[in-house]
Nanobody
Framework: QVQLVESGGGLVQAGGSLRLSCAAS????????MGWFRQAPGKEREFVAA????????YYTSSVRGRFTISRDNAKNTVYLQMNSLKPEDTAVYYC????????????????WGQGTQVTVSS
């Protein structure tokens, strides 16, 4: 079992930055690839970024590539999402998720999910 808790969301103006954190329980954190997803009102949950268990191979959806950076600290059982140059269309609830598979971008491929953290970008 892996429990995930996100933090770091909030309200920011367009062009600003936020850093999301996701703390994981358990002693096998490094064996999981981690992903960030987001869900805007009235839309399906969509993939944002993923990173492998050993921290290699970051992968991003095209709309955030060059603006967002995913990273992890296995000693702290934490994965991060640094979000720069935020746009109003980035507004959503952001979720972190864990999977033993790599590389996966589908919601159905992830086994464990956090409760989500709201990110709101004002224009």
């Amino acid at each position: 079992q892996v429990q995930l808790v996100e933090s770091g969301g909030g309200l920011v103006q367009a062009g600003g930055s936020l850093r999301l954190s996701c703390a994981a329980s358990g002693r096998t954190f490094s064996s999981y690839a981690m992903g960030w997803f987001r869900q805007a009102p009235g839309k399906e949950r969509e993939f944002v970024a993923a990173i492998s268990g050993d921290g290699f191979g970051p992968y991003y959806t095209s709309s955030v590539r060059g603006r967002f950076t995913i990273s992890r600290d296995n000693a702290k059982n934490t994965v991060y999402l640094q979000m720069n140059s935020l746009k109003p269309e980035d507004t959503a609830v952001y979720y972190c998720a864990a999977t033993r598979l790599w590389l996966r971008v589908g919601v159905e491929d992830y086994d464990y999910w956090g409760q989500g953290t709201q990110v709101t970008v004002s224009s």
